[in-house]
């Protein structure tokens, strides 16, 4: 069985830095592209970040380009999104995503990031 | 970018109707790049349709997708009561990847 397990989230004040973690198992993680996309308090989904299974490729919404980092480790089987320069804006719940078949077949339940002073 | 309106933003039927609910993207995209999602309230996201058509593993076959290119539709026929959710269309065919903003669906 496919399980992603968020973490990481919290409160942070505008301007500081928070990483998020997503530990996968019951698939072969290094062989998939995995995907972070955030919720805001009653919005819609919005994608943030995808990479691919050896980190070659990697792709930011504009709206966290140049802020946010994704990355993996896949001895760990664990995904990363390191959050900088943080926003009001940016406060969400993050779900990390197994992507198969052009599509998120499988999502955490996600971490709540709340920027504020 | 390319946006995906979802139509209507709201849908009240009761038990047993047919839903259909619209996705219209703003340029032409792969049907193999067609997902649609479930959210419902407290919960993440779960994968219903992909590639336009092809249903996700444990999904019943109430559950049907179709279109192509621009336009694309998500039916649920002989709605349940537990099917009362926000449900979402994505294209995976050109970044940004996007969302629609959502079709809620009320059970009455």
């Known amino acids: 069985e496919v399980q992603l397990v968020e973490s990481g989230g919290g409160l942070v004040q505008p301007g500081g830095s928070l990483r998020l973690s997503c530990a996968a198992s019951?698939?072969?993680?290094?062989?998939?592209?995995m995907h972070w996309v955030r919720q805001a308090p009653g919005k819609g989904l919005v994608w943030v970040s995808r990479?691919?299974?050896?980190?070659?490729?990697?792709a930011y919404a504009d709206s966290v380009q140049g802020r946010f980092i994704i990355s993996r480790d896949n001895a760990k089987n664990t995904l990363y999104l390191q959050m900088n320069s943080l926003r009001g804006e940016d406060t969400a719940v993050y779900y990390c995503?197994?992507?198969?078949?052009?599509?998120?077949?499988?999502w955490g339940q996600g971490t709540l990031v709340t920027v504020s002073s | 970018e390319i946006v995906m309106t979802q139509s209507p933003a709201t849908l009240s039927l009761s038990p047993g109707e047919r839903a259909t609910l619209s996705c219209r993207a703003s340029?032409?995209?792969?049907?193999?790049?067609l997902s649609w999602y479930r959210q419902k309230f407290g919960q993440a996201p779960r994968l219903l349709i992909y590639?336009?058509?092809t249903r996700a593993p444990g999904i019943p076959p109430r559950f049907s997708g179709s279109g192509s290119g621009t336009d694309f539709t998500l039916t649920i026929s002989s709605l349940q009561p537990e099917d009362s959710a926000v449900y979402y269309c994505?294209?995976?065919?050109?970044?940004?990847?996007?969302f629609g903003q959502g079709t809620k669906l009320e059970i009455k």
């Open positions: 990479i691919n299974g050896d980190a070659s490729s990697i």
């Open positions: 019951g698939f072969a993680f290094s062989s998939y592209w």
């Open positions: 340029q032409s995209v792969s049907s193999s790049s």
């Open positions: 590639g336009a058509s």
């Open positions: 994505q294209q995976d065919y050109r970044l940004p990847l996007t």
């Open positions: 995503a197994r992507e198969d078949y052009g599509a998120m077949q499988d």
